[in-house]
């Protein structure tokens, strides 16, 4: 069975940093990219960045394109999102995602992880 | 970057009826659209993958088709655990970009 397990999520400063971390099982893990979804309070869904199963090619939103970084650990099997430089924008629920082979459909998602940017 | 467009921003609808979703793109995606089903408190989850396919376990009653710039998801016959927010999103080309979704209410 695949899982996705986000976890690191909290309230931080604008201008603070956070690193979330997100636990995957159940799949070949060098076999898929990897993403980072998130959603705003009430809003809809907003892709924020990917990595690919050999973490050879990134890609990133505009706007978070500077401030974040995507990683993954292939012997931990953890996909990783450092966020710097936060703002009261990026407080969402950040969802850990799977991409099927070949850059496929987003197949599997985590339960999210809540990031609050706020004084 | 693609930009999507839903439509209707809501749909209301009473169980056993058939619901017709639309996503528009601002230029073709050669037929590489998913839709999400998304309910309260609950992560996503993907129903159709490449406009027409659907995912593991996926019931019937739901199908996708279009191509080029235009596609749709189909509910064939509603049933109430079905009435929830519909996202759609194409893979054709980065930035990876969501539409708004379509939210399906019980009339």
């Known amino acids: 069975e695949v899982q996705m397990l986000e976890s690191g999520g909290g309230l931080v400063q604008p201008g603070g940093s956070l690193r979330l971390s997100c636990a995957v099982s159940?799949?070949?893990?060098?076999?898929?990219?990897l993403s980072w979804v998130r959603q705003a309070p009430g809003k809809g869904l907003e892709w924020v960045s990917t990595?690919?199963?050999?973490?050879?090619?990134?890609f990133y939103a505009d706007s978070v394109k500077g401030r974040f970084t995507i990683s993954r650990d292939p012997s931990k099997s953890m996909l990783y999102l450092q966020m710097n430089s936060l703002r009261a924008e990026d407080t969402a629920v950040y969802f850990c995602?799977?991409?099927?082979?070949?850059?496929?459909?987003?197949?599997?998602w985590g339960q999210g992880t809540l990031v609050t940017v706020s004084s | 970057e693609i930009f999507l467009t839903q439509s209707p921003a809501t749909l209301s609808l009473s169980p056993g009826e058939r619901a017709t979703l639309s996503c528009r793109a601002s230029?073709?995606?050669?037929?590489?659209l998913a839709w999400y089903q998304q309910k309260p408190g609950q992560a996503p989850r993907l129903l159709i993958y490449?406009?027409?396919s659907r995912a593991t376990g996926i019931p019937a009653r739901f199908s996708g088709s279009g191509s080029g710039t235009d596609f749709t998801l189909t509910i064939s016959s509603l049933e109430p655990e079905d009435f929830a927010v519909y996202y759609c999103?194409?893979?054709?080309?980065?930035?990876?970009?969501f539409g708004q979704g379509t939210r399906l209410e019980i009339k």
């Open positions: 159940g799949f070949t893990f060098s076999s898929h990219a």
């Open positions: 999103q194409q893979r054709s080309a980065w930035p990876l970009t």
């Open positions: 995602v799977r991409r099927d082979v070949n850059w496929g459909s987003h197949d599997y």
């Open positions: 490449d406009a027409s």
């Open positions: 990595i690919s199963p050999s973490s050879d090619l990134t």
């Open positions: 230029q073709t995606i050669r037929g590489l």
